[in-house]
């Protein structure tokens, strides 16, 4: 691109080149442009279809987040966790008034030999999840089983939260 300068009777023709610098910036900005557009396709605001793009996974990512379900009946509030590969004595269960909270940890560890071939690996993890219970409940009257990796907490609800049923005259 050629431009002239000056006031002068003799004009100066001057050639502006790209010099190396810019087009490096220039190849970056395009580079952050295109992986701002991976991250905001047209689901992005649809959390259930979250995908990270090919160059943001590092390895495997896990989230450890319990599965719950939380029913609630006429005189109790009953609560079900699914917790495969945990122990019974790793599950810490917490009430207060009007929340649960589960916690726990797992932990697996691998061992293979064969001849001069020795690989080991420990693999440990933790989870917490609390959730608000649908109404006040009696903590200290609550009960639990553990059986096949699910969690099943039965917690009273305070007479005051319990349903009462209404006559129509």
Request: no cysteine; hydrophobic share 35%; charged share 35%.
């Amino acid at each position: 691109m050629s431009k002239k300068l000056g006031k002068s009777k003799k004009d100066v023709a001057v050639k502006m080149e790209s010099s190396g610098a810019f087009q490096e910036l220039e190849k970056r900005m395009r580079e952050m442009e295109t992986r701002f557009e991976d991250f905001f396709t047209a689901d992005w605001m649809h959390p259930s279809k979250w995908e990270l793009p090919d160059w943001a996974q590092m390895g495997q990512l896990e989230l450890k987040v319990p599965k719950m379900d939380i029913v609630d009946r006429d005189d109790d509030v009953l609560v079900r966790a699914d917790l495969p590969g945990v122990t019974k004595d790793d599950i810490d269960v917490s009430l207060t008034d009007n929340t649960i909270t589960v916690k726990g940890s797992t932990s697996e560890e691998k061992k293979e030999e064969k001849g001069d071939y020795y690989r080991s690996e420990t693999m440990k993890g933790s989870f917490s999840r609390t959730m608000s219970l649908p109404s006040d409940v009696n903590g200290s009257k609550a009960s639990s089983t553990f059986k096949d990796g699910v969690l099943e907490v039965v917690v009273p609800k305070l007479e005051k939260a319990r349903r009462h049923s209404v006559k129509v005259s």
